[in-house]
């Protein structure tokens, strides 16, 4: 007899999902999607039924129960997340857990749904005696329903009023689940109607139809910082509610984009319609409520970061990556997968059009352009005055330096200074000196886990691996030759702030990095001073060329721009170029006329002068040959292989036993290696790649296959990473 079979992914690393029978007493109320205790060897887990057939039976074990009304992935996020596990060789049980948020993924049922009492009138008509009662009865009856705890919010000591006016007669009450409202009360800004640009309508145009129509295109929107892409999307927006589809936004990091949420809050929340962002500060009991949300379409619009592709979004109209460059959208660790690149496929599966936005495209989109298989773009010019930083690049070559600021750059600072105007420092370095050295004998000091250089910070006096963590207080003496000169060597943020504080010493200098934004709200709270203008020097990390608009700064300072351009990896030109160019675009937004110094020992080299043109077509036209040649994405795709464990001798007899049958059976694709990997050791464990190199992805895909059924054969002391599409490659 043919019975219900559920197949199900559970959280553990095989790539295959297990079958179970649905009993009877279950059948009716089973769903595909939906969460479901079963017994698995000799424990019980939560699993996930991503199917549902008709079939023998026979030796399979029941399902336990279902814990959710709700069923928790929709049918299009069962369609992408299989597609991920295949693309991304992750197993479908750990890619279902990441994909949902925290608390809901886990092997145990730990989130709550909330539940509280919500007032309903039954006779507006009635006089009771109390003050307090008239006035909470004629509250319910102006606002019904009503909910506890807005009560609560408006009168003080109401639970006994609500009590003795539901025994009246006057209110009905009944218990109704809760949603948690992360939204704290803020300030939006002011929704500015603006009348379009020509570049903006242009590129509305193009989209518009798409949205409607419910078809995929990609599409690129390239514009300069204050071009007004922000303002493109907003329109975008209206056109998807308009046709009663729900938007998803991506944006690379929440907490660095508080502008943007913003301007979507003050347009589209006057208006009716609801927002969630999704972010890491939400406890587990908001995501889960979110997500409930969410797929009972009640949420219109979805702002969150990576993750966020996963929403289980149902009736999908538009999709949006903002600042599609950054590498933040690809996750780091586990499931590797990258969230711009899943947003794309997501528009492909829904029939919806996927906007990817950015001053500086990343070079594979762009190179997506010029292929013409999604459409360009272009806004130009800045919506305001327009003008364009001026741009010089300061010759380091043959300059006797004292510190890090050269003769030009304090000069332009000063000037900055004196006009009230401010300033923005970059220097992509944290810490006080990259390294230290014992003069003596030219010792210098690593971390025992890592076998990195360890930075060092003055503030503490500490040695620290910016990897792991590792911290030890600076030695006294060199261990080796017992020397006590043991000088710190180059310059970081730190060092950086403490030269600014001796050449300006008037001035009052912040410095943003992570050593000074670990505490909640910190970022905020620079950020918030720089725009009230209570910082004169902005110095930091990357951090500082990041997606905000301060409208008083006049000038920029790139220091240390040969780090960023030497950095031993392909995309260090197009790191370099997008990282300047950003920073550059911060100069001068609103008055004009801003300036930027670019201080290199390398003035020449493309990514700089192309920075300094601002012109992403130069860049793009000197970077092609060098990818082409070496056949590096997009020209090229990659899978990298990284084996890591305690004992390095079996690690790289691991890595060369694999390697040698990959040789043997690869088709059309490079395999190189086993090599250490840059970061040779780290957290204690030894790390070999293997990087596979092809410019057919089918070829890389079919070796990738072969290999995922080689690695049972992997020992258990050996951890095999497959990274396919890698970005991070230490
Ligand atoms: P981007 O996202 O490209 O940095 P924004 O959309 O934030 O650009 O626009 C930059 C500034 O210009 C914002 O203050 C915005 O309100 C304003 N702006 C955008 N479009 C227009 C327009 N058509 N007319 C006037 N001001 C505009
Ligand atoms: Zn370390």
Known sequence: MAELIADIAVNIPLKQLFSYRVPESLVAAVKVGMRTDIPFGRRTTIGFILALRE????????????????????????????????????????????????????????????????????????????????????????????????????????????????????LTSQQQEKIRDPFLLETLPEDKNLTLTEAQELAIGSVKPTIVNGEFAGFLLHGVTGSGKTEVYLHLVAASLAANKQVLVLVPEISLTPQLVARFRARFEASGSRIAVLHSGLSAGERYDAWREIIRDQVQIVIGARSAVFAPIQNLGLIIVDEEHESSYKQGEGFRYNGRDLALMLGQQHGCPVLLGSATPSFASYYRSEQGMISRLSLDRRVHDGDLPSVEVVDLRGQVLEGEITNELQEAIELALEKDEQVLLLLNRRGFSPFVLCADCGESFHCPNCEITL??????????????????????????????????????????????????????????????????????????????????????????????????????????????????????????????????????????????????????????????????????????????????????????????????????????????????????????????????????????????????????????????????????????????DPIDML
């Not at 970077?623 to 890591?644: D, K, M, S, T």
Request: aromatic share 8%.
């Open 55 to 170: 079939g023998q039976a026979e030796g399979l074990k029941d399902i336990n129960g279902l814990p959710d009304k709700d069923i928790l992935l929709s049918a299009g996020l069962i369609k992408l997340l299989r597609w991920a596990a295949d693309y991304y060789c992750h197993p479908i049980g750990q890619v279902v857990r990441s994909a949902l948020p925290a608390g809901l993924g886990s092997d145990k049922n730990t989130t709550k749904i909330l539940t509280e009492q919500v007032y309903t009138s039954t006779d507006c008509s009635a006089e009771p005696k109390g003050q307090k009662q008239k006035e909470i009865l004629a509250y319910v009856c102006a606002n019904e329903p009503v909910t506890h705890s807005q009560i609560a919010k408006e009168f003080s000591a109401s639970q006994t009023v609500l009590k003795r006016l539901v025994e009246l007669g006057c």
């Open 455 to 724: 930075t060092y910070h003055q503030y503490n006096n500490q040695l620290r691996c910016h990897y792991c963590d590792y911290a030890n207080s600076v030695p006294e003496q060199c261990g080796k030759c017992n020397g006590a000169n043991i000088e710190p060597q180059g310059a970081g943020t730190e060092k950086l702030e403490q030269e600014l504080n001796e050449l300006f010493p008037a001035a009052t200098i912040v410095r943003m990095d992570r050593d000074t934004t670990t505490r909640k709200g910190s970022h905020k709270k620079i950020i918030t001073a720089m725009m009230e203008r209570k910082i004169d020097i902005l110095v930091g990390t990357q951090m500082i060329a990041k997606g905000h608009d301060f409208p008083g700064v006049s000038l920029v300072g790139v220091l240390g721009a040969d780090t960023v351009l030497n950095f031993p990896d392909f995309r260090s030109g197009e790191r370099s170029f997008s990282l300047f160019t950003q920073v550059a675009g911060r100069a001068g937004r609103d008055s004009g006329g801003g300036r930027v110094y670019i201080q290199s020992y390398n003035p020449e080299h493309y990514a700089l002068t192309c920075a300094a043109q601002q012109d992403y077509h130069d860049f793009y036209q000197q970077e092609l040959p060098f990818r082409q040649e070496l056949g590096y994405p997009p020209c090229g795709f990659l899978a990298n292989l990284v084996f890591a464990g305690n004992n390095s001798s079996q690690v790289a007899a691991v890595a060369n036993e694999l390697c040698s049958y990959l040789f043997t059976v690869a088709d059309g694709v490079d395999v190189l290696g086993p090599s250490p990997c840059p970061l040779a050791k780290l957290r204690g464990k030894t790390r070999y790649q293997v990087l596979l190199k092809s410019t057919a992805r089918g070829k890389l895909r079919n070796l990738l296959t072969m290999l995922e059924s080689e690695t049972k054969n992997v020992p258990k002391q050996v951890t095999l990473t497959i990274d396919v």
